[in-house]
């Protein structure tokens, strides 16, 4: 399974943060494109405009923005995409907010994840139900 960490737009790129993943609806203000060094910027992963002013960046909100964003996000085709790009790699969500703990791509981080342990067990039970559907019609014959 992949390895998805979050990091700040403005600290320092690394080899060790794999696939790097902007997950900020607007540009971080005063971050040049070539210091980013970001391998995708998905834009539609971020909360909605109305979702971003109404939280603020408070922390009083933070619980009710997690679920208000976890329910955007489970609608959000952009969701799927992340999910395909970072494959089984090691992925770096990048997000510019100055509270590492109070922030969208914290939410977005744990959805991510809990995703892909999902995804597996989905593709499985897909598989047991189609095997059992093959098997069927041949031992009628």
Known sequence: ???????RAYERPAPKDGKRI??????????????????????????????????DHR???FAEFKQRYRDELKSNRAVME???????????????ARDPAVNHAVVLAEFLTKAQRRKPAAKKATTKSSSKRQTTPASRT
């Open 82 to 96: 992340i999910l395909r790009q970072i494959g089984r790699g090691k992925a770096t969500l990048v997000y510019a």
């Open 1 to 7: 399974m992949a390895s998805i960490e979050i990091k």
């Open 22 to 55: 902007l997950v900020d609806r607007l540009w971080p203000r005063g971050l040049r494109k070539d210091a980013a060094s970001l391998d995708l910027w998905s834009k539609e992963v971020a909360p909605t405009s109305s979702l971003r002013v109404w939280f």
């Open 59 to 61: 922390a009083d909100r």
